[in-house]
């Protein structure tokens, strides 16, 4: 069975562009969840879907971050405009239960 | 809020020397994870405990939960260049998002 996968797995990118991470949950799993890790800080919580609804968003820190789900499938993480404190690795992860199964990350770096 | 301290930060062992991280929570836990990321990995589902005095094994790994589900330990055997990484406990905060701690980063020299 194959994991959660993300893509890109690296993205430079300069400050004021635009960026959209992608993220496939595992097969069958209703619930998704983005994560962030910037340098020498903790991983934190972004938001949670529920299939294609947005279960919890407390933890998006602005207004430059969609995120999306339609069909409740795949989801994307749009950060617009980037700002260089956006650098860090975003990771997802999805569950059916407890447990959730990380992605392997994208780092994005903003210059 | 619900917290949870996982000491040591870091630990330096040399191979083959054993290993113990403890998470500590100021409440109890319904039930407790353990994660482990290896340097500029990802975090990898490890256990999950559930019950009062629980004690589970995976080869060298022993994962053990508080009889009062309010600290948890992993004590890993005879440690291995291949258990380098950071071992984390999160938490659950408001039933969906895992708060993630500093975790304990362990090195192994051989």
């Known amino acids: 069975e194959a994991g959660v996968t993300q893509f890109p797995s690296h993205s430079v990118i300069e400050k004021g562009q635009t960026v959209t991470l992608r993220c496939d949950p595992i097969?069958?799993?209703?619930?998704l969840y983005w994560y962030r890790r910037v340098m020498g800080k903790e991983i934190k919580f972004l938001l949670h879907f529920v299939k294609e609804s947005k279960q919890d968003e407390s933890g998006m820190p602005n207004n430059r971050f969609l995120a999306e789900r339609t069909g409740g499938t795949y989801s994307t993480l749009k950060v617009q405009p980037a700002e260089l404190e956006d650098s860090g690795v975003y990771f997802c992860a999805s569950s059916q239960g407890h447990t959730q199964y990380f992605g392997p990350g994208t780092r994005l770096t903003v210059l | 809020g619900q917290q949870v301290m996982q000491i040591p930060q870091y630990q330096h062992v040399q191979e083959g020397e054993d290993f113990t991280t403890y998470c500590n929570s100021s409440t109890t836990l319904s039930n407790i994870q353990w994660y482990k990321q290896r340097p500029g990995g990802h975090p990898v589902f490890l256990i999950q405990?559930?019950?009062?005095?629980e004690v589970k094994k995976q080869k060298r790994l022993t994962f053990q939960f508080g009889e009062a589900k309010k600290n948890s330990s992993l004590h890993i055997t005879a440690t291995q260049t291949t258990d380098v990484g950071t071992y984390f406990c999160p938490w659950y905060q408001a039933g969906t998002a895992l708060i993630f701690g500093k975790g304990t980063t362990l090195s192994v020299s051989s």
């Open positions: 097969s069958g799993h209703d619930n």
């Open positions: 405990l559930v019950k009062s005095g």
